[in-house]
């Protein structure tokens, strides 16, 4: 699947630390970085929801589709 | 979690698992009046005893296997790889006392020509019983699997 998650470019705009993330959005930080070096392979839309209130974002702001799987 | 059914289960394990001790014991006791009372397959008292003490040593085999498994439901670990593996030697168990008291009914039946209505009811009853056990214990294993892999796919559900 080429479905990239680009949640540290939105981390860093809301200068928000992993650690706080994970508590505010509801999931171990070992989740978080399983999302963000692309190895997730399911999310929960509940957790799609809760990451969205957190960082104040569409979907679409930490979810990008390409036709080629990351290098 | 450990639930009441559990922990009753466990009870009913321990004296059923005493109660085959029991039986082994009483195996070649029995076997020796019958060999005073019919001496003529006197010959027969000490293969025929080792024979069902291996078969109640398998559902030995297979009670603690349960209490195995069980532990893995109260530990939350059942629906793991390692959990068929427990089935295996259940399905195993159940095979290898199906194959020696069908050995022993045939031997019994057909070599001896001996033991009447025991044959021809044990027979048909313990091919059967011990074949739909054994049906019965791949089907759920096909089931656990299945949970298995159920499990695994949404623990990877962030």
Redesign the interface.
Known sequence: MALIVELDVMLARRKMSVGDFANAVGITPANVAVLKNGRARAIRFSTLDSICRVLDCQPGDILRWTADPPA | MTTLASRLLRVALVILLLGTVLAQVLVPVVASQEARIFPEVEYLAVPYSVALILVIACVQVALLVVWRLLSMVDGGVIFTRGALRWVDAIIACAVVATVLSIGVLIHLGFIVDAGGPLVALGLPATLAGGLAFVLLMIVMRGLLESAIADRT?LD???
């Open positions: 796919e990877e559900v962030i």
